[in-house]
């Protein structure tokens, strides 16, 4: 299984590991990915990044973003905090998001 994923960044390929992505936010016709040290904006839907980053332990949390599950800090009502970003948690993500992480 290949652990790396490519973006096309000013115009070169960047490899980047999985591990380093903190979320990814659909804005229109693309998608921003963000690490922290970098924002790659990509010509693809949320949805085509969604099924390459499920197998990294990612999850869609909102229309509009997914997560890296191992990057969760906080977990309020509506939203989830990743580094100093809060980000939106739809009622109809919600469980399957308390599914996903242990709870003691």
């Known amino acids: 299984v290949n652990k790396h994923l490519?973006?096309?960044?000013?115009?070169?390929?960047?490899?980047?590991?999985?591990?380093?992505?903190l979320y990814a936010e659909a804005q229109s016709n693309y998608t921003v990915i963000v690490t922290d040290k970098e924002k790659y904006t990509v010509s693809t839907t949320l949805g085509i990044i969604e099924d390459r980053l499920i197998q990294f332990?990612?999850?869609?949390?909102?229309?509009?973003?997914?997560?890296?599950?191992?990057?969760?800090?906080?977990?309020?009502?509506?939203?989830?905090?990743?580094?100093?970003?809060?980000i939106p948690l739809s009622r109809n993500n919600k469980q399957e998001l308390m599914n996903k992480i242990t709870q003691l």
């Open 57 to 86: 332990g990612f999850l869609r949390i909102h229309r509009s973003y997914i997560i890296n599950l191992s990057k969760i800090e906080t977990i309020e009502d509506d939203t989830v905090s990743i580094g100093r970003q809060a």
């Open 6 to 21: 490519f973006v096309r960044h000013k115009n070169k390929l960047v490899k980047l590991n999985p591990e380093d992505v």
